[in-house]
Structures are given as structure tokens and as C-alpha cells.
């Protein structure tokens, strides 16, 4: 079991980028990776899926603003989020081979 640690947080205006980082502490080569987000008062839902081979398929609320990206070789995967909306406004969590990170909070606001 990898432990996996989300970075890259903060707070944005709308239609700001940011880059979340999840780094792995094992190799998560052989693994689905998910990016996962919660808003308060909501269920977490998926945000998007990367497959081993870095095919993504996204949520349809962030198809076409986030790209999500993985570098096995350094055990990160990456969400790339453009034109940010303030219903983005969530705490983001990546999920690995049986391990989820502790979240990194995007809040989107004037």
C-alpha cells in the first residue's frame, strides 16, 4: 500500500488555473489512479481516471477544463485545472491502490 500526498491547493479567482500534485511514496505504474474532489456539505465524487497507460476520462462538470496527467516515473499524477468555476470549490483527494491521500483544499472565489 502506497501513502499518496496531494499538493498545489489554494485559493483562486474564477477562471484561474491550478496544478495539483499527487505524489506516491511506491510505484503506482501497474495501478488506475483517480482524482477524486469534495465540496462542503457534498459526497465526494469522482473528478477523473487515469488509466495505467495515462488515457483520462473525466467528470462531465470538468471535461474540457482539467487535464489530468500521470508521470510513472516519478510516482505523481497531476490534475491541470483551467478556467476554474467557484462550484470547483473543493477539497481534492487522489486515489491510488488502496490508499487516498489527505486532500488538498481549492477554493475559488473573488
Known amino acids: 500500500q502506497v501513502q499518496l500526498v496531494e499538493s498545489g491547493g489554494g485559493l483562486v479567482e474564477p477562471g484561474g488555473s491550478l496544478r495539483l500534485s499527487c505524489a506516491a511514496s511506491g510505484s503506482i505504474s501497474n495501478y488506475l489512479m483517480r482524482w477524486y474532489r469534495q465540496a462542503p456539505g457534498k459526497q465526494r465524487e469522482m473528478v477523473a481516471v487515469l488509466s495505467k497507460s495515462g488515457a483520462a476520462h473525466y467528470a462531465e462538470a470538468v471535461e474540457g477544463r482539467f487535464t489530468a496527467t500521470r508521470d510513472n516515473s516519478v510516482n505523481t499524477i497531476y490534475l491541470q485545472m483551467n478556467s476554474l468555476k467557484p462550484e470547483d470549490t473543493a477539497v481534492y483527494y487522489c486515489?491510488?491502490?488502496?490508499?487516498w491521500g489527505q486532500g488538498t483544499a481549492v477554493t475559488v472565489s473573488s
Open positions: 486515489n491510488g491502490p488502496g490508499s
